[in-house]
């Protein structure tokens, strides 16, 4: 008798993200480093939080919970230069709209990984963008 032999292929999804770094020298321009500084990392956190909590709506099957923390994800990552991250939200929120679980599903995952990578990319900024804009 032939032997099976089954393969399991693992796609490993990686998100390219980009900051707008012109949006963050004018917030440091405009607030000062330390000013901006504070709103940078006051944005993070609830940026953190809010995606935690959209994640446990999202498994708990709390739709228009996860919608409203999803829609608060937007004016935040827009505010710091992530357009990249608040467009996807909106994108989700679009997918919650249509009554969509299949494309909620996958654009959720999405706006997952493109958090957890805009969150690490920004730290990565070592200097405050002061440059002119």
């Given amino acids: 008798m032939g032997e099976t032999v089954e393969r399991v292929t693992l796609l490993k999804q990686q998100e390219q993200v980009w900051l707008d770094t012109h949006r963050l020298a004018v917030l440091?321009?405009?607030?000062?480093e330390s000013s901006a500084e504070d709103v940078v990392c006051r944005a993070l956190e609830e940026?953190?939080?809010r995606l935690s909590h959209a994640e446990r709506f999202y498994r708990e099957g709390q739709i228009?919970?996860?919608?409203?923390?999803t829609r608060s994800l937007i004016a935040i990552a827009d505010q710091?230069?992530?357009q990249h991250l608040a467009r996807v939200?909106?994108?989700v929120t679009g997918c919650i709209d249509a009554g969509d679980?299949?494309?909620?599903?996958a654009t959720f995952a999405?706006?997952?990984?493109?958090?957890?990578?805009?969150l690490c990319e920004i730290w990565d900024v070592q200097d405050p963008p002061l440059s002119t804009p």
């Fill in 28 to 32: 440091y321009l405009q607030l000062g």
């Fill in 47 to 49: 940026l953190a939080t």
């Fill in 110 to 118: 999405r706006l997952m990984r493109i958090g957890e990578r805009s």
């Fill in 89 to 91: 939200a909106g994108e």
């Fill in 64 to 69: 228009p919970e996860m919608r409203k923390c």
């Fill in 101 to 105: 679980a299949n494309a909620l599903a």
């Fill in 80 to 82: 710091i230069g992530m």
